[in-house]
C-alpha cells in the first residue's frame, strides 16, 4: 500500500508543468534519519549537562514522541526526582513530569506503579489551577481509567466521540499518521517492527485528538494485538482492559468495536490460563452481540466462534457444537463473512 501527499508541481524540461509525487515512505525515511541525529544531539546535550536538568526532560518528552515509552520512563522518573527535590512536590514542573512518567507506565502496562504518579500529578493540578479546572479534570480521568484497569472503579465522565477523528486530522498530522499505519500493516511486517510504529502512531493521536477519543483507543487495541503476537501478554492485558474501558464510554451501546475489544481482551486471559475470567468475558461479547448487533450481525457470530473454540479448548466440545450448530441456523446469511 502506498500513501501519498499532496502533489508538488514542477517544471519539466519543456518548461511546462507537472505532477509529482512523493511517497511517504521514503519521507519517513527522512524523518528517520533527522529523528536519529535529534537524539543524538539531546543525549549530548544531557552528557554535557552531566545528565541533569532541561536537557533530562527534552529527551524523555522526544522518546514519548517516538512512542518509546520504555526509555522515556527512565529519564521521566529522573526528571520527576529532580524536580520534586528543587522545586516541591506541588509545583507545575513536578506535576508534568509526574503526568508524563505515569502515562509511560500505562503505555507498558505497569498501572500500580502509574497510579501513584497520576495521584501526585492530580494533587498538584488541583493546587496549582483548582480542582474544576481542565488541567486536573485530565487528570483526574487519566487517574480513573488506571484504575479501572485494575478493576478498583468504574469510569465515568468521558464525552463521546461524534466522528472520526483520524479523518478530521490535517497536513503533516495526517500524512505522520498515514505513513506509520501504512509500514505498520504491511505484509511483511513483523510484531517486533510495527510495535515502534503502534507506539508512534499512538503519541499523535493521543496529543491530535485526546486518550479518550474512540481512535485512539482503536489504536491502543491495534497496539494491544501487536503485544500479544510477541508473547507480551500481561502488557497486552493491560492496554486491552484500558480499551474495553474507554469504548464502553465514548462508544455507542451498538457500535462493534467494544465487543471486538472485550472478546481480543478474552482470548487475551484464555492465553495466560485465566480460563475463569476470560469465559465470563467471552459470554459477555457474545450476549451483548447478540443483544445490541443482532444474531445476523458477522460481530455477533465472530463472538459465536471465539467462544466456541474457548469451549473446546477447555473440553467442552458437545456445548461449543452446539453453539456453532445454533449460530449456523440463525445467523446463516452472514456466518461466512468473518471479522469486519
Known amino acids: ?21 512523493i511517497k511517504l515512505p521514503d519521507m519517513a525515511t527522512s524523518a528517520g534519519f533527522a529523528f536519529e541525529t535529534m537524539e543524538k544531539r539531546l543525549k549530548a546535550e544531557m552528557y ?6 532541561r536537557a533530562v526532560r527534552l529527551l524523555a518528552h522526544f522518546l514519548s514522541c517516538l512512542g518509546r515509552a520504555e526509555e522515556a520512563a527512565v529519564h521521566w522518573q529522573q526528571a520527576y526526582q529532580e524536580d520534586e527535590a ?14 508524563a512518567l505515569a502515562a509511560c507506565f500505562d503505555d507498558l502496562g505497569r498501572s500500580e506503579e502509574a497510579e501513584a504518579f497520576h495521584r ?7 493546587k496549582n489551577f483548582g480542582r474544576s479546572s481542565s488541567e486536573a479534570v485530565a487528570c483526574e480521568l487519566d487517574l480513573a481509567a488506571c484504575r479501572h484497569v485494575q478493576g478498583k472503579c468504574k469510569l465515568h465522565g468521558m464525552l463521546p466521540a461524534t466522528q472520526s477523528g483520524v479523518l478530521c486530522l490535517e497536513g503533516a498530522t495526517a500524512q505522520a499518521i498515514a505513513a506509520i499505519f501504512g509500514l505498520a500493516a504491511g505484509d511483511e511486517k513483523e510484531a517486533e517492527e510495527a510495535e515502534p510504529l503502534y507506539r508512534q502512531g499512538l503519541c499523535i493521536l ?4 485526546g486518550p479518550g477519543h474512540a481512535d485512539t483507543l482503536h489504536c491502543l487495541n491495534n497496539l494491544a494485538l501487536c503485544l500479544a503476537d510477541q508473547g507480551k501478554l500481561q502488557q497486552a492485558e493491560q492496554l486491552l482492559r484500558r480499551t474495553v474501558a474507554g469504548m464502553e464510554v465514548v462508544l455507542a451501546p451498538t457500535h462493534p468495536r467494544p465487543i471486538q475489544a472485550l472478546s481480543n481482551l478474552a482470548c487475551c ?26 444474531w445476523q450481525h458477522s ?23 452446539l453453539l456453532e450448530l445454533q449460530a449456523d441456523q440463525l445467523g446463516r446469511p452472514c456466518w461466512k463473512r468473518g471479522r469486519t
Request: aromatic share 4%.
Open 1 to 21: 500500500m502506498h500513501f501519498y501527499c499532496t502533489p508538488t508541481k514542477l517544471k519539466d524540461a519543456s518548461g511546462k508543468h507537472s505532477q509529482c509525487f
Open 48 to 53: 554535557h549537562n552531566d545528565g541533569e536538568g
Open 86 to 99: 528543587k522545586l516541591g512536590s506541588n509545583h507545575l514542573q513536578t506535576a508534568t513530569s509526574s503526568a
Open 120 to 126: 501526585k500529578a492530580l494533587a498538584a493540578m488541583a
Open 206 to 209: 493521543r496529543r491530535s485528538l
Open 269 to 294: 486471559l484464555a492465553d495466560q490460563g485465566k480460563s475463569e475470567e476470560a469465559e465470563t468475558h467471552h459470554r459477555r461479547a457474545f450476549e451483548n452481540a447478540k443483544r445490541r448487533l443482532g
Open 299 to 321: 460481530e455477533t457470530l465472530a463472538c459465536a466462534h471465539s467462544l466456541s473454540r474457548f469451549l473446546t479448548s477447555c473440553g467442552r466440545s458437545t456445548e461449543a457444537a
